[in-house]
């Protein structure tokens, strides 16, 4: 079994932080998990996390 590589953004402060979004990639889906809660993954597309991240730049979501 493959194991999940997880990381979390430079943003979330020291490694002991326990409120972090954590990211893994997979050749299907990007998956999602809270640090606080790491049993419940979300997966989504590669391109929705994409479309994600493009609108948090352009401040689409402000």
Do not use: Y
Request: with cysteine; proline share 5%.
């Amino acid at each position: 079994m493959k194991r999940t590589l997880w990381q979390k953004s430079s943003f979330s402060g020291p490694d002991n932080n326990p409120d972090c979004l954590e990211l893994a990639a997979t050749s299907g889906a990007i998956l999602m998990r809270e640090s606080d809660a790491p049993s419940v993954v979300i997966a989504t597309a590669h391109t929705r996390v994409r479309a994600l991240l493009a609108s948090v730049k352009e401040g689409a979501l402000q």
